[in-house]
């Protein structure tokens, strides 16, 4: 039972061109969103978040939309960039012995072409 | 500057062998994780220990254990690898305390067994 999907396992975009990747979940619990990048041979990094009190979140190149309704959330790259090439994680965090784990997706490979 | 470091970048092992995958982390966080990342199934969550001693199995238990004897420290244990244990391995960690803070990844040891 995967609570968070990400279903585009992969994603080519032209340098400066807007990249959105997608995230669906089945918890209607889950009040916080995150994503993480990831370059091959590294760990994971935190990216951007946002909270179920907001529709939108915005740093830099980067804006996350939070759909409730429809249990869905995007990550908008704007412009992007050769550098972004990564895979994109989103997560959410649920209640585990009394602390948090997270659910992760299970990813999204951008590809940004020079 | 935050930091989680484990034991081993990349590792090869043979079919049968006890395998150790040792985490760090010098930020005093409670909770601490283990993933491992494969193509297609992105983060999957094997165990995490909310406290020294304290573990909870995660997603994919089978064929690992664990063990936190200090704070600071998450040990993976393979008892006896097999090959389709072959995968990349990253530790985390981040606080205990409410669910909207960021899990900190170690680099991650890519694990070969033949």
């Known amino acids: 039972d995967q609570q968070v999907k990400q279903n585009s396992p992969s994603l080519s975009v032209q340098e400066g061109r807007i990249s959105i990747l997608n995230c669906d979940y089945t918890?209607?619990?889950?009040?916080?969103f995150l994503w993480y990048k990831k370059y091959p041979a590294e760990g994971p990094t935190f990216l951007i978040s946002?909270?179920?009190?907001?529709d939108k979140n915005e740093d830099g190149r980067f804006t996350v939309f939070l759909n409730k309704s429809a249990k869905h959330l995007s990550l908008h790259i704007v412009p992007s960039q050769p550098g972004d090439s990564a895979v994109y994680f989103c997560?959410?965090?649920?209640?585990?012995?009394?602390?948090?784990?997270?659910?992760f997706g299970t990813g999204t490979r951008l590809k940004v072409l020079a | 500057d935050v930091k989680v470091t484990q034991s081993s970048r990349y590792l090869v092992k043979r079919t049968g062998e006890k395998v150790f995958l040792e985490c760090v982390q010098d930020?005093?966080?409670?909770?601490m994780f283990w993933y491992r990342q494969d193509p297609g199934l992105g983060l999957r969550l094997i165990y995490f220990s909310y406290d020294v001693k304290m573990k909870e199995k995660g997603d994919i238990p089978e064929g690992y254990s664990v063990s936190r004897e200090k704070k600071e420290r998450f040990s993976l244990i393979l008892e006896s690898a097999s090959t389709n244990q072959t995968s990349m391995y990253l530790c985390?960690?981040?606080?205990?305390?409410?669910?909207?803070?960021?899990?900190?990844f170690g680099p991650g040891t890519r694990l070969t067994v033949l």
């Open positions: 997560a959410a965090p649920a209640v585990a012995s009394g602390t948090y784990k997270y659910i």
């Open positions: 918890n209607s619990m889950f009040d916080y």
């Open positions: 930020m005093d966080h409670e909770n």
């Open positions: 946002i909270s179920s009190i907001k």
């Open positions: 985390a960690s981040r606080v205990a305390e409410g669910a909207y803070n960021e899990q900190f």
